[in-house]
């Protein structure tokens, strides 16, 4: 099992997740509305990234958007 450091640019904090994927490939998630970033650490689920993005269309955001990032 691999161990990642990921460095989330757009607000200068430090992630990390354990790869448990056999192809050695550990995804993360982030959520945009009108261009901005809105989580402050990637999310380690798509399912975190969903109820998020959820939020913000709740309040009516209709630009909300997933990003999927793969690190390895």
Do not use: P
Request: negative net charge.
């Amino acid at each position: 099992m691999a161990r990642y450091t990921l460095e989330c640019v757009s607000h200068w904090s430090i992630c990390y997740g354990i790869n448990t994927d056999r192809e050695n490939v550990l995804m993360y998630y982030t959520v945009w509305v009108g261009g901005f970033e809105i989580n402050r650490c990637y999310l380690k689920t798509i399912e975190e990234a969903e109820s998020l993005a959820e939020i913000w269309r709740n309040l009516g955001h209709d630009d909300v958007a997933i990003e999927e990032i793969q690190v390895g």
